[in-house]
């Protein structure tokens, strides 16, 4: 199961739905939940509404846990379809980038990462309304 959901996934899902799509995971017992941080920052970093829950092993706080798993399921799902028609929702497909590897810092440019026009090649068409009196 864990080689279906991991952290490549979750990031293309995010990158595809955005901040329509919420990703929550849950942690029982007394492992090492690395992994599953590792999917929550991935699919925050593409926009995705994201939390990892690591419940107590009471029934009260993991009743909670299943509590927001609900609210988080009906939001996505109000997202994710129009309410007049009950399909799904048409939006625009934008796919988003990196919040981290939009931050890194540019630290020098050269010539080739532009192409420069030579001003004596460009050639300027105006176009002008014509008025008729």
């Given amino acids: 199961m ?16 955005g901040r329509r799509l919420q990703f929550d995971a849950v942690g029982i017992g007394d492992e090492d939940f690395n992994t599953l ?12 509404k994201a939390s990892l829950n690591l ?18 399921i009906t939001s ?3 997202e ?4 007049a028609t009950f ?4 939006v625009k497909e934008v796919y988003r980038e990196s919040k981290t590897k939009a931050s ?14 030579n001003k004596h090649e ?3 068409n105006i176009h002008r309304k014509v008025r008729h009196v």
Avoid at 10 to 15: H, K, M, Q, R, T
Avoid at 55 to 72: D, I, N, Q
Avoid at 80 to 83: E, F, G, P, S, Y
């Fill in 2 to 17: 864990w080689r279906i959901f991991n952290p490549v996934v979750v990031a293309f899902l995010a990158i595809f739905f």
């Fill in 37 to 48: 941080q590792v999917m929550v920052d991935a699919a925050e970093d593409y926009g995705a």
């Fill in 55 to 72: 419940p107590s092993k009471s029934a009260c706080t993991r009743g909670k846990v299943l509590e927001s798993f609900a609210t988080s």
């Fill in 76 to 78: 996505t799902q109000a």
């Fill in 80 to 83: 994710m379809t129009c309410m």
């Fill in 87 to 90: 399909n799904q929702q048409n």
């Fill in 104 to 117: 890194i810092e540019i630290t020098s440019v050269s010539d080739q990462n532009f192409y420069i026009y």
């Fill in 122 to 124: 460009v050639e300027r």
